[in-house]
């Protein structure tokens, strides 16, 4: 089966630094603070930080509730 929209951007991206999160685990509304946070540690830790399509991508997933 397709995988969920913006599943594979926030593996390759959050998957840097640790296991993918549970869109389940914060309200649609407060991943996108949540997202500026970890990239203030993707830029600490010199990591790849997500062109603007994959941020918006992995919004889109965090922002789904999808849980698998």
Request: aromatic share 6%.
């Amino acid at each position: 089966s397709a995988l969920p929209p913006g599943l594979k951007e926030t593996r390759k991206i959050c998957g840097q630094c640790h296991g993918l999160p549970s869109p389940s685990q914060y309200h649609p509304a407060a991943w996108p603070s949540v997202v500026a946070r970890m990239e203030g540690l993707i830029v600490k830790n010199n990591r790849i930080m997500p062109t603007a399509e994959e941020k918006a991508a992995i919004l889109t997933y965090l922002q789904s509730g999808w849980n698998k």
